[in-house]
């Protein structure tokens, strides 16, 4: 299993680096390097966002995030006060950017 991490601006959710295992099972293309969501809440910034399970992180506030540890450095940086871009895609679905935001409870 890929390193995992909890992001600090994704609350309750639980990102990972792709492995090729997950790959073949969600429908990837063999060789794709990617952060992969793994869990999220539904009711959180990333939830709210459209992220959901399985999905690639392809980049954050226009950087690359190819692992895991990327997407985690790059969320620290960000503010979801002022929002932070996010491009992400999921097997059958393309790319698409999605801003997260702080949630109201």
């Known amino acids: 299993v890929g390193a995992m991490s909890r992001a600090r601006d994704l609350p309750m959710s639980v990102i ?4 090729p295992e997950w790959a073949e099972d969600l429908g990837y293309a063999e060789g794709t390097k ?3 969501v793994v869990t999220v809440h539904r ?5 709210v966002a459209g992220l959901r399970p399985g999905m690639l ?12 540890k990327a997407v985690s450095t790059a969320l620290q940086n960000g503010s979801t006060r ?7 895609r999921g097997a059958k ?4 950017v999605v801003v997260l935001r702080e949630v109201e409870e």
């Open 43 to 47: 009711r959180g910034p990333a939830g």
């Open 57 to 68: 992180i392809l980049s954050v506030n226009g950087k690359a995030t190819p692992t895991a």
């Open 93 to 96: 679905v393309g790319r698409q």
């Open 16 to 19: 990972a680096d792709l492995t």
């Open 34 to 36: 990617a952060c992969m």
């Open 82 to 88: 002022k929002g932070i871009e996010v491009a992400i």
